[in-house]
């Protein structure tokens, strides 16, 4: 039973979902009853199974890389070019990819879209317009936003949140 090495970002089952309330009043200190023990092991089997999402940001340690990561997620519609972003960082732009990269697991590019994929996720799960995120996020038209959104997940913002259930 063991469970993937790297971190990841799954979505929820509905098993998984329901098993995962079950443990919620288990005792911290008592020993696992079996019943439990065979709970945790299914659970763990839905994780080793679950698909990973394409949604996963990790947030880098450096101090430097700290200012970047924070600026892109206070503006991240913001149309600095690398050059830009690696000053704010008092980095030159070759350190700036190597530093992201070795921190993070992703190119500095990567990691800036996957924010913006964030950030946009959490707007249309407001209810802002597919139009208004776009925009916010510096596309010059909606559909440049919804290809890099099909790209990202497969499908377009719509039926992206129609397939899913509230948790």
């Known amino acids: 039973m063991r469970l993937p090495t790297l971190p990841r970002v799954i979505g929820i089952s509905d098993v998984l979902q329901a098993l995962t309330h079950r443990t919620v009043d288990w005792s911290k200190t008592d020993p696992l009853m ?4 065979r709970i945790l092991a299914v659970i763990i089997d839905e994780i080793r199974h679950m698909p990973s999402e394409s949604l996963y940001l990790p947030m880098p340690k450096d101090p430097r890389l ?6 892109i997620l206070d503006d991240p ?9 690696a000053a704010i960082g008092s980095l030159s ?3 700036l990819r190597r530093l992201m ?5 992703m190119g500095f590019r990567e990691w ?4 913006q994929l964030t950030h946009a996720l959490e707007m249309l799960a ?4 597919v139009m208004d995120v776009a925009y916010s996020l510096g596309y010059a038209a909606p559909s440049h936003f919804i290809a890099m959104f099909r790209r990202a997940f497969g499908d377009s913002p719509a039926h ?3 397939s899913r259930q509230p948790f």
């Open 93 to 95: 732009s070759r350190t």
């Open 66 to 71: 700290e200012r970047i990561a924070q600026a």
């Open 126 to 129: 407001r209810g802002v317009s």
């Open 101 to 105: 990269h070795a921190e993070t697991g």
């Open 160 to 162: 992206y949140f129609s």
């Open 112 to 115: 800036r879209q996957q924010a």
């Open 77 to 85: 519609g913001s149309m600095r070019t690398v050059d830009q972003w």
């Open 34 to 37: 079996p019943a439990q023990k």
